[in-house]
């Protein structure tokens, strides 16, 4: 870790490789704030427009033992992760981790930390909470309890490009035309705007001393996730939707079906799902008196839709909601030993000369992907696709955050992007449901003669004797589907103007 400038604020901000950490470094910087990330891998960063500005600390809330020093010069400390759909006993991952960063805050002198969670329905019991919600009020409680002020800034519905909760309203409005729908669809939600959200977590850092609370946000209007689709609609120039309820689809059911027709993984759908059967409404708007409300007032719902559709149409979505890593997703980096570990690494090498120049190669390599496809046997890479989201994978429906240019860290439909040297190289991890470790490698090199010489790698060290099995039952489909891709793409390099 690298020591900042002093003489303004220091603020660090965990998650920073997130939907909401990504765009809070920016603000805090613009309002002149020093800013730390803490990551675990500083790495996923090193793309970031706001990089050069910021440093990084490398450690993980999980390992307390990792937070000694990271702390030190902070005032304000953000807490914006948790561990949503790692499993059953996520609710113990997130009290744990919230003791130990508030117990390093407390030791380190910390003046506030400041903490985004969910609304809680007023009048519901905390066991009688879904687990999502339960956990998030309990995180609030536990760092609000830790010796450090706390701000705990409570959303429902984030509306903004990329969000999840946004990706579900718009991929579930645009795909079904006719939707039978669980009775959630009737319960009343308070939606609120990214941006709003943003403004007031970069306005909480400036709280006075003696502020250890939670505070209510949402938007101007209170709506059901009913009227939502059908005002999401009417913005984006749908037909009318026809919304028919059902009594007999629970939050678990439901939540298979959002995993289904949304990209939205069935391990973060269902929590999200669950969480709308309570209604989300807010009871004070207090924050207003230290983060005065802006004087054309907070963003409406239809507005904020608006603004978010105009970023998705400019390809201007600066963070998703598969910006973070999803949790049990392999994290290795590719070895560089071909017997790593003392197993074996399975290799598949595919190479083409092609006439075309490597920057139009490389044009082709980049925009791989998302609406784009793999440029081979699309039917294939459906099925793979689809069998992963059947596994409770992410399938092919991440998709990617922009249509043309790539990123470290960005996911890429059932990739991250492990690596990218632009121009040359783009490696990618595979974060499908395997017995084993996985990654593609693009490599575009000039062959000195005025065209290119096109490398492709896929690689796989399996895990046990299931990941054997995996890779030989696989390998005779490997002629069809790598090496289409490596013909599909220096041709269509070959053409492009």
């Not at 930390?113 to 019991?125: A, S």
């Not at 099925?383 to 922009?402: I, P, Q, T, Y």
Request: with cysteine; proline share 8%.
């Amino acid at each position: 870790m690298t020591d900042e400038p002093t003489g303004r604020p220091l603020c660090l901000v965990t998650g920073a490789t997130g939907y909401l950490g990504g765009r809070l470094v920016p603000g805090l910087l613009a309002e002149g704030y020093r800013v730390r990330c803490l990551v675990r891998d500083p790495g996923r960063l090193r793309d970031q427009p706001w990089r050069q500005a910021v440093r990084t600390a490398t450690a993980d809330v999980t390992r307390p033992e990792t937070l000694d020093g990271v702390f030190d010069g902070v005032e304000v400390a953000y807490y914006l992760v948790h561990s949503l759909g790692t499993g059953p006993s996520f609710e113990q991952r997130d009290r744990d981790a919230a003791r130990a960063f508030g117990a390093a805050a407390a030791r380190a002198g910390v003046r506030r930390i400041v903490y985004l969670g969910g609304l809680v329905p007023p009048g519901v019991p905390e066991h009688e909470l879904s687990p999502h919600l339960r956990s998030r009020a309990e995180v609030g409680r536990v760092l609000r309890e830790s010796g450090v002020p706390t701000a705990e800034l409570r959303a429902a519905v984030i509306i903004g490009s990329g969000s999840a909760s946004f990706e579900m309203l718009r991929h579930l409005t645009e795909r079904l035309p006719v939707m039978v729908t669980p009775n959630w669809v009737d319960t009343r939600i308070q939606p609120i705007a990214v941006r709003d959200v943003l403004r007031y977590l970069v306005g909480a850092a400036g709280l006075p001393a003696e502020v250890n609370r939670s505070f209510d946000l949402g938007g101007p209007e209170v709506l059901t996730y009913r009227q939502m689709m059908l005002r999401y609609a009417e913005v984006s120039g749908l037909p009318r939707r026809v919304i028919v309820p059902v009594p007999v689809l629970t939050p678990r059911l439901s939540s298979h079906w959002v995993g289904l027709v949304t990209p939205v993984p069935n391990a973060i759908a269902r929590p999200l799902v669950e969480s709308l059967r309570h209604e989300v409404v807010c009871r004070e708007h207090d924050i207003a008196a230290y983060v005065p409300d802006p004087p054309d007032g907070l963003i409406g719902f239809e507005q904020a839709v608006r603004l978010a559709l105009k970023r998705i149409q400019d390809a201007d979505v600066t963070t998703r909601w598969s910006s973070a890593s999803l949790p049990g997703a392999p994290s290795d980096p590719l070895p560089t030993d071909p017997d790593w570990a003392g197993g074996s690494l399975y290799q598949d090498l595919k190479e083409r000369e092609v006439s075309a120049s490597p920057q139009a190669v490389w044009r082709v390599v980049e925009s791989i992907g998302g609406e784009n496809g793999w440029y081979s046997f699309p039917l294939a890479w459906a099925v793979r696709g689809l069998l992963d989201r059947m596994v409770g994978g992410v399938g092919l429906r991440r998709g990617r955050r922009d249509p043309a240019r790539l990123r470290v860290g960005d996911s890429l439909d059932f990739w991250r992007v492990e690596e990218i040297e632009p121009g040359s190289l783009l490696r990618l991890r595979a974060e499908m449901r395997l017995p084993g470790l996985a990654w593609l490698e693009l490599r575009v090199d000039d062959n000195g003669w005025g065209g290119t010489i096109y490398r492709q790698r896929a690689l796989f060290h399996p895990h046990g004797l299931a990941g054997h099995a995996y890779w030989w039952s696989v390998a005779p489909f490997h002629s069809f589907v790598f090496g289409g891709m490596a013909r599909n793409i220096t041709e269509r390099a070959r053409v492009l103007p």
